[in-house]
């Protein structure tokens, strides 16, 4: 249908007219997008499960998107599980070692509440070292602090006898 075989309407239902006709133009000859999983373990299933979550967002059901997240991330642990048990079963390493995070570096941050002023990350390493990592053991608490010699042994310094070896 061309827009010179509708006949004249006002320009309220004429929009309507037209809007109703592009739409069906846009359903019946522009395939929809589908959504393509970012990872080889996402099944069909799970998307399927993404789109009514997308769905429930745009009506601003929250109650039921925030328990679709639960089932998605149950789902998706599944897809997984099933994905590698599958790629072990037929021998491909490959895939799983590109799966293989390297490993994280964190710097180290050093922070000093000993003064005014912000000293450099050498003197706050340099404190911390002596006054943390390389400090003298303590005396624990609770014990005799009488030194040893004082103290008399309370075991017989005689020779043994052949008798208590025996016993």
């Known amino acids: 249908m061309l827009e010179s075989d509708i006949p004249y309407q006002d ?3 004429r929009w309507g007219t037209l809007s109703t006709l592009y739409a069906q133009a846009i359903d019946t000859h522009i395939p929809k997008q589908t959504l393509q999983p970012k990872q080889p373990w996402i099944t069909q299933t799970t998307l399927n499960l993404l789109e009514r979550r997308g769905q429930h967002q745009q009506h601003g059901d929250l109650a039921q998107v ?8 149950k789902a998706t642990k599944l897809d997984k599980r099933k994905w590698l048990e599958e790629q072990l079963s037929t021998g491909d390493w490959r895939p799983i070692t590109n799966l293989k995070k390297p490993f994280p570096h964190k710097a180290l941050t050093l922070t000093d509440t000993t003064g005014p002023g912000p000293p450099s990350n050498a003197e706050i390493f340099a404190t911390h070292l002596a006054t943390k990592q390389w400090q003298e053991a303590g005396q624990p608490q609770g014990l005799d602090t009488t030194p040893i010699y ?7 310094e005689a020779t043994i006898s052949i008798a208590e070896v025996r016993q």
């Open 11 to 13: 320009p309220t239902a």
């Open 66 to 73: 925030a328990e679709l997240n639960k089932t998605i991330r």
């Open 150 to 156: 004082q103290n008399p042994p309370t075991i017989s």
